[in-house]
C-alpha cells in the first residue's frame, strides 16, 4: 500500500492497514459525505449505502481514517465500497470472486492468503479481523455484526462512533473514557 499525503506512517498503519487504504485519496474525494460523519447511524438514517467491513473483516465505520481522516483531511470510503481500488491481495481476490465479505466465501476457512494477513505480526486488530470473518460467515453476512460493532464502538457520553485502533482509552471526540479495542474483543 501508498502512503498518503499528510498522514504519518505510524497513524496510516496502526489505524486502517486495510485494502481500503491503499486508494484512499482517489475515492474519498468523490465518497458520499452523509457515510463519513462521525455520527453513529448518520448514513443509516438517510438510507445511504455504507460501507462497514473490509473484505478482511476489519470493520472499517470505526476507523480514523474513515471517520476524520488523514493529515490532509481526506476521508477512507472503504474497499468494499466500489470507488475503491487496491493493490492488496485480499482485496484483489475478493474483487475477482465477486464477494463482499471474506468470510462469504466458499474457501474461507482455507484461504491461505487470509490466514497469512491475519496471522502477520502481532496485531490485536488483525485478530479481530478474523474473528469478525467468523461471525460473518455464521451469520451468513454482516448486518447482525455491523449493528454489534457499531454499539461497541460508540461512545457512551458522546454517543459518536470512535476508533478501534486508536490504542487510547479516551475519546477523541469528548475525551471522556472509553473501552480500547483488546483481547476481551475475541472472545466468543
Known amino acids: 500500500m501508498r502512503k498518503q499525503n499528510g498522514t504519518s506512517r505510524r497513524e496510516f498503519v496502526a ?4 485494502a481500503g487504504c491503499a486508494g484512499l485519496a482517489g475515492a474519498a474525494d468523490e465518497a458520499p459525505k452523509k457515510t ?3 455520527l453513529g447511524g448518520g448514513a443509516a438514517a438517510t438510507g445511504a449505502k455504507t460501507y462497514d467491513f473490509a473484505f478482511c473483516g476489519i470493520y472499517c465505520s470505526a476507523c480514523k481514517l474513515r471517520l476524520k481522516g488523514g493529515d490532509d483531511g481526506r476521508k477512507c ?3 468494499t465500497s466500489p470507488k475503491m481500488e487496491s493493490q492488496c491481495a485480499v482485496f484483489k481476490c475478493a474483487k475477482e470472486r465477486k464477494i463482499t465479505a471474506c468470510g ?3 474457501d474461507f476457512e482455507k484461504c491461505e492468503k487470509l490466514k497469512r494477513y491475519h496471522s502477520e505480526g502481532d496485531h490485536l486488530y ?9 461471525r460473518i460467515k455464521k451469520d451468513g453476512g454482516t448486518d447482525k455484526l455491523a449493528a454489534e460493532q457499531k454499539t461497541r464502538w460508540t461512545c457512551k457520553a458522546c454517543k459518536k462512533t470512535y476508533f478501534w485502533a486508536e490504542g487510547t482509552d479516551t475519546c477523541p471526540w469528548c475525551k471522556k ?12
Open 15 to 18: 489505524c486502517c492497514v486495510c
Open 36 to 38: 463519513l460523519t462521525p
Open 77 to 79: 470510503v472503504g474497499c
Open 104 to 106: 462469504l466465501c466458499a
Open 126 to 134: 488483525r485478530k479481530a479481523a478474523r474473528k469478525n470473518c467468523e
Open 177 to 188: 473514557p472509553v473501552e480500547p479495542l483488546t483481547e476481551k474483543d475475541l472472545e466468543a
